[in-house]
């Protein structure tokens, strides 16, 4: 199988840099064509290696990529989740080759998508195609369900999920969108952190005002601004807005232990990112903080004038963008509450706000004691030589809690990429050997079900 | 007089519509051409109305027009100082007009420059045509000086003059770059406030990174630096930056008095510009926050991500634009050393901030006893029937200084503007009839000196 692999190694990149050329951004209204392109694409590579009854499925924004093969009688089924839609590729500039336009230099694949998650779930549709070539057959029953919204928060994901429990139904769903600790050192995640993503909007005047004039006698939309968004921690990093904690577990002995037997290299860390310094709340390591701990940060902040020089104006109005990352027994609406009531009590006096929700999704927990999972890690030791650690990821994909409660099927992400693959930042990237190995151990998983 | 300047009143309005179609906006580095059009352009109208020796006088970046008359033996000399230029017109979807294509509502002209200056400039002009019309020569000698640098700091203008005293000699120079203090209440101002206006950088990483990976353990760009734009003012409307306060004016009963005889109608203003409160520095008076104290605004903030939806990032670079009203002997390149002090001293672990001047201009105190400005008055209220107050005007007309300083002549701020014109602001515009009646006591003033 190794060998096969290695053989259509080229042909595979070549196919996936096609998918990659499609600008599939969920999140920008005018690339509504290139989402529904990516649809379009997924099904008929579905189609290509054999999957039967691929359909584009419509939703109210972008549409859902289904197909199975169901003829493996007696045999477990397992449902693959992904994503062909990406995050937006600003700022542009940054790019050392541009975002649409797939580059390989030094065994690794340069595009917006390569590791999230166009990459990580072709690697599915190759297996796939590398068992049925070996084969004739898959060793098990096989359901894809690809959506196109997962970077805004699968707004529609979940009710498809809710209204098709028994088309979905499986003994297992592997999702293919998270990473490994380093290169080398495969891990299966076994927590998810919740998000919830807001807009906060601040008015102080019909228009800006001359500052001359008015300067110093009447509200700043950005004075206004800043100062509630600088109220959101305090100085030991923590979140100050009341009763946001609530729900966190404890970080018992027992948890701190499993967190530190993720390695982290802060020095290398450090150098990657060109950071000078780790900074977060005071009394959790950087592994406890982005794994276990929530978060509160801002994301975008926008007001006034900002072209070359200056305008002497007091701004009317300014806006940010907010997101938290929840654990345990967070609700994000809850947190919505919270944070409501936070900023009405640090509204500074002649500004009104807005406050508007972007996403939002429950925190996840897995049993990485769960035979699907097991299975998955020894698949993995076969491939890469090293079994796998179970750490608990701080990034969120909203739709693991809707798998997990409809289908009360056991979810196992099988991550391929690296964290240092800048996933939504610029020069996002996929190590292609990992892709090849990837589709190996994808392979040996399948056949050991 | 009144009845020839009624007479021409349309073909003047026309003619001044020319040259507010041209976007002559100084700050922005692709309009260069059209800030040179703007200087051609009022050179041909100071030759038309007699005007010699007019010249239009390159720089480094935004030219200078010369013109003089010189043929009043043994009478005094007038220079009038005006500029072409204008601010950028941004957010231009809330102008009810385009900013360039200049519109008559209600005996008003909307457009980008018609108060601020170009109105204001072309009733100097004007005033000469009739004069001359009248009795074929000036009453006085008359030198104008018009730049195209004033909405940048006149970066230029202030060597120009320091090479130039004797060019530029005159026994007054007469600017009408103001405003009344309200319809039908004309004013001289008396003081002007200074000026420094400052970017500032914050850099936490080499890229955006991840929320769901980095997020709670790494330093946020935006965090940083509302942690900083927020530092600068207490709970009272205090700048906190220290030693800010050294050389501004104690608050005397006399200038308490003076800055109190200048009426204002608070719940006018809010009302006219949308203000639900005031804000400002607390135990000082409106009046007194715009016209005598100095001031800290932040213009503009950007960093993150800025569209449609959510971006889970932890940004890595914002900015802001900030600049400060300064008086008394606050001096700006003092004051720019202590706002980097208080920048660095307030920077979070992680941040590393650049700081740049974009402009500074000091303050201006003028007697309002002097000759020269008391027979502005006189002919003000020859024509409008109402004496001038004298007020301290909160705005900043960078070259007053260099003018009083290099020219040792008094600076006569003969306005013609109204405080509701929204100068720097969308749906700038200028009152026609102040337009006509400028022109009027424009020429009533030369006569009389």
Redesign the interface.
């Known amino acids: 199988m190794k060998r096969n692999i290695a053989l259509h190694k080229d042909d595979f990149i070549k196919e996936l840099q096609e998918f990659l050329k499609i600008p599939s951004i969920s999140?920008?209204?005018d690339h509504q064509s290139d989402v529904q392109a990516g649809a379009e694409w997924v099904k008929e590579a579905l189609e290509e290696v054999g999957m039967e009854h691929v359909e584009v499925i419509p939703t109210d924004e972008h549409p859902i990529v289904y197909g199975d093969w169901l003829h493996a009688k007696g045999k477990p089924t397992v449902l693959v989740y992904g994503h062909y839609d990406v995050?937006?590729a600003?700022?542009l500039e940054?790019w050392e080759t541009p975002p649409f336009e797939p580059t390989v230099r030094d065994d690794k694949l340069f595009a917006r998508g390569a590791t999230d998650d166009k990459g990580q779930l072709f690697i599915h549709i190759k297996a796939v195609q590398m068992l049925m070539a070996e084969y004739g057959e898959l060793p098990v029953n096989v359901k894809f369900c690809i959506e196109g919204e997962e970077e805004?928060a699968s707004p529609h994901l979940g009710p498809f999920i809710e209204a098709n429990g028994e088309k979905l139904a499986a003994d297992a769903v592997v999702i293919s969108d998270t990473?490994f600790i380093e290169k080398g050192q495969p891990a299966i995640c076994t927590s998810l952190?919740g998000?919830l993503?807001l807009?906060v909007g601040v008015k102080?005047?019909?228009?800006?005002?001359?500052?001359?004039?008015?300067?110093?006698?009447?509200?700043?939309a950005?004075?206004a601004?800043?100062?509630m968004?600088?109220s959101f921690?305090d100085e030991q990093g923590r979140i100050t807005v009341d009763g946001f904690y609530e729900g966190v577990p404890e970080l018992t002995e027992s948890l701190k232990h499993e967190v530190a037997a993720i390695p982290f290299d802060e020095a290398k860390t450090k150098q990657e990112?060109?950071?000078?310094?780790?900074?977060?709340?005071e009394g959790f390591t950087?592994?406890e903080?982005?794994g276990v701990?929530?978060?509160l940060?801002?994301?975008?902040?926008?007001?006034?004038?900002?072209?070359?020089?200056?305008?002497?104006?007091?701004?009317?109005e300014?806006r940010?963008?907010i997101?938290c990352?929840l654990v345990g027994d967070q609700d994000p609406g809850h947190i919505y509450q919270l944070i409501d009531a936070h900023l009405e009590e640090h509204k500074?006096?002649?500004a009104?706000t807005t406050l508007n929700q972007?996403?939002q999704a429950k925190p996840v927990s897995l049993d990485s004691e769960d035979p699907m999972i097991q299975r998955a890690a020894d698949a993995y030791e076969r491939v890469y030589g090293v079994r796998p650690l179970f750490p608990k990821?701080?990034?969120?994909i909203p739709i693991v809690e809707d798998f997990t409660r409809v289908l009360q099927a056991p979810v196992v992400l099988m991550g391929f990429g690296l964290?240092s693959e800048?996933?939504?930042?610029?020069?996002e990237h996929f190590h292609l050997d990992n892709f090849t190995q990837g589709i190996e151990t994808v392979c040996d998983y399948l056949r050991s079900l």
């Open positions: 999140a920008l209204a995050q937006p600003d700022p940054l805004i990473s952190r998000a993503a807009e102080t005047a019909d228009a800006d005002l001359h500052s001359g004039l008015y300067g110093g006698g009447v509200p700043n950005i004075h601004l800043v100062h968004l600088d921690h990112l060109g950071l000078t310094a780790l900074h977060g709340e950087f592994k903080q982005t701990r929530p978060t940060e801002i994301n975008g902040v926008t007001g006034g004038f900002q072209g070359e020089g200056i305008k002497t104006i007091v701004p009317s300014a940010a963008k997101s990352r500074p006096v002649g009104t972007l996403i990821e701080g990034g969120s964290p800048n996933l939504h930042a610029p020069n």
